[in-house]
């Protein structure tokens, strides 16, 4: 899709907000650790034009373009409004966001982004299965959190997904975003991918979708009557993120890439910037693996139902 009809789907979105309506907030999530991942975080640079805009431990990402802002995941429903003041104390304008893009379709990633949608008018895009989650507002059936009761996992309903396919960039004005399919944490789990420039050089921004073997009771990546064994391409995910060109890596948790002490590395020893490292991607990804296989040898030795 190019900028202009981009542009286009925004403006046709029902939802599009005007400047004089009151922002209508959604309830807000209650789970165990939602408190102490929706403590403030003031923004922060990430590197040229990306921002870190998210609550304390919910990544969110804000990209600036020369014709309006990428937004990279909404957080928990009560996370929006703090994403929003984040977006304003940098200066910029909740109502320029054109684009809001997820990693995949749980309530802590994706519980504020319905309210983000209204309040700015921008397109929301996901892979097939996270477009379907999200307009549903429940992970889908297949996913390993989905709920016994289908309750659990609920969060806002976001209308109007634009479908984007594996290796399909998403352009606003001069800057694309690249989506990589990265199915295993959820059907739909993406990781988002663009090039960012500062003076004179350009490196690879990778936001990796978490890539966690977390499943409720009765979920075998292995396969079962209910669905097939995902664990292969589980295992293609994994070499996937750790094959991208890598130079500055963010997880959808910031603590699970080691962002905030990357940070305070940086405060006291700023240059070479402590948050490039090229072998992030590598290490994330060899984590996952081994998080992988220990829950699938724990799926073959019976003690999964
Ligand atoms: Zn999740």
Same mark, same amino acid.
């Given at each position: 899709?190019?900028?202009?009809?981009?542009?286009? /789907? +925004? $403006?046709?979105?029902?939802? &599009?907000?005007?400047?004089?309506?009151?922002?209508?907030? !959604? @309830?807000?999530?209650?789970? *165990?650790?939602?408190?102490?991942?929706?403590?403030?975080?003031?923004?922060?640079?990430?590197?040229?034009?990306?921002?870190?805009?998210?609550?304390?431990?919910?990544?969110?990402?804000?990209?600036?373009?020369?014709?309006?802002?990428?937004?990279?995941?909404?957080?928990?429903?009560?996370?929006?409004?703090?994403?929003?003041?984040?977006?304003?104390?940098?200066?910029?304008?909740?109502?320029?966001?054109?684009?809001?893009?997820?990693?995949?379709?749980?309530?802590?990633?994706?519980?504020?982004?319905?309210?983000?949608?209204?309040?700015?008018?921008?397109?929301?895009? /996901? +892979? $097939?299965?996270?477009?379907? &989650?999200?307009?549903?507002?429940?992970?889908?059936?297949? !996913? @390993?959190?989905?709920?016994? *009761?289908?309750?659990?996992?609920?969060?806002?309903?976001?209308?109007?997904?634009?479908?984007?396919?594996?290796?399909?960039?998403?352009?606003?004005?001069?800057?694309?975003?690249?989506?990589?399919?990265?199915?295993?944490?959820?059907?739909?789990?993406?990781?988002?991918?663009?090039?960012?420039?500062?003076?004179?050089?350009?490196?690879?921004?990778?936001?990796?979708?978490?890539?966690?073997?977390?499943?409720?009771?009765?979920?075998?990546?292995?396969?079962?009557?209910?669905?097939?064994?995902?664990?292969?391409?589980?295992?293609?995910?994994?070499?996937?993120?750790? /094959?991208?060109?890598?130079?500055?890596?963010?997880?959808?948790?910031?603590?699970?890439?080691?962002?905030?002490?990357?940070?305070?590395?940086?405060?006291?020893?700023?240059?070479?910037?402590?948050?490039?490292?090229?072998?992030?991607?590598?290490?994330?990804?060899?984590?996952?693996?081994?998080?992988?296989?220990?829950?699938?040898?724990?799926?073959?030795?019976?003690?999964?139902?």
């Amino acid at each position: 899709m190019n900028l202009q009809s981009l542009l286009l /789907a +925004s $403006a046709l979105l029902p939802s &599009a907000a005007t400047p004089t309506q009151a922002p209508v907030a !959604d @309830p807000p999530k209650v789970c *165990d650790s939602c408190d102490e991942w929706n403590q403030p975080q003031a923004p922060f640079k990430l590197h040229g034009r990306s921002y870190y805009v998210g609550p304390h431990g919910l990544s969110a990402v804000l990209i600036q373009t020369n014709a309006g802002l990428i937004l990279l995941d909404g957080g928990l429903p009560q996370s929006a409004p703090l994403i929003e003041g984040n977006i304003r104390s940098l200066g910029f304008k909740v109502e320029d966001i054109r684009l809001i893009v997820n990693s995949h379709a749980h309530y802590d990633h994706a519980g504020g982004i319905a309210r983000l949608q209204r309040d700015s008018g921008a397109t929301v895009a /996901a +892979s $097939a299965s996270g477009a379907a &989650a999200l307009q549903s507002g429940m992970p889908t059936p297949d !996913d @390993p959190q989905f709920g016994k *009761d289908g309750k659990d996992g609920s969060f806002p309903k976001v209308s109007a997904v634009r479908v984007v396919k594996d290796k399909e960039e998403v352009r606003v004005g001069d800057t694309a975003i690249t989506a990589h399919l990265t199915p295993g944490h959820t059907p739909g789990s993406t990781t988002w991918t663009w090039k960012s420039c500062e003076g004179g050089s350009c490196v690879d921004l990778v936001y990796a979708d978490s890539l966690t073997a977390v499943a409720l009771d009765g979920f075998r990546f292995t396969g079962d009557k209910s669905h097939k064994d995902v664990s292969e391409t589980f295992k293609r995910s994994i070499a996937t993120v750790e /094959a991208l060109p890598c130079d500055l890596m963010l997880s959808t948790h910031p603590s699970a890439s080691g962002l905030f002490e990357r940070l305070k590395r940086r405060e006291t020893a700023p240059a070479p910037d402590p948050l490039i490292d090229k072998q992030a991607c590598a290490a994330y990804a060899a984590n996952a693996r081994k998080n992988l296989e220990s829950r699938l040898q724990t799926e073959r030795s019976g003690a999964t139902k």
